[in-house]
DNA sequence: TATTGTTATACTCTATAACTATA
DNA sequence: TATAGTTATAGAGTATAACAATA
């Protein structure tokens, strides 16, 4: 049955959406990380001495929500939390976390490039710029 | 701090949609409504006699997960489950349910405009098309 | 006084397994 | 044998409230 509300911007973005995390949290999962482990990940790689609550604003994850995934990552051996002063605790990558965010990186460049690839090239250039306007 | 993951595609979808379905979810929650009740209430109307299943096919939901959706639409008056045969049931709006139907429908058609204003006009016909691309 | 990190908790959405009954 | 509807349950993401300690 064809999908009547299909011709929705709001509907066909989050149907968009859905499709690739589904997909993108699939290729994760090889390697056993989820999809805001890769994005923090990615990120502590950019900003030296970043604090859980800078990622958390960010990336637009509440602090709260921030240690049960950065919890995981320091148990897997991936980030240690280093005190910056008595109150801020720097996230940094472990040689493993480096190593990890090699191969997160491999994954995520592929992924991005094929998904790219899928927008018929006279729409290609427009997509980003669209998207920045509904969010940023 | 700006974001660096920013310009990947992907990504920038992601952020998109869940900004999108926020502001969304917000508009429906003012006549008690949520997002998956929304798009069930506007299938309905489209599809006569349809069935829990081919809905759920139709939006991506798995049948065991409407169950909640169509109880609470039952308790709510809005929908009518009639049998079609000794094994399927017809889901139809009932009189409360297309008054209802009336409310969404302005929400979103209200949204749904805002949404495309937001695009520039440049980007604008790009953006379903490429969406498409992603998902159907 | 505002911010950081944290615990506890609840709600929504989604996913899997299993069962009954019917096409 | 495949499909429809359902129950029970678990996982994942997200939300609020509250607290101690520090800037």
Redesign the pocket.
Known sequence: MDDPLAHLPGYALRRAA?AMM?AF?ARLAAIGM???DASVLMLVAERKNV????I??VL????????????RMEAAGLID?LP????????VLTTAGIDRLTQVRAIAENFEAELLDRIPAEHRAHFVPALHALWR
Do not use: F, H, Y
């Open positions: 859905n589904a949290a989820r999809v805001s604090t859980a609550s800078q958390g604003r637009d994850i509440q602090r709260t929500n921030m240690v049960p995934i950065l919890n939390r910056l002063d008595g109150k801020s605790l720097a996230i």
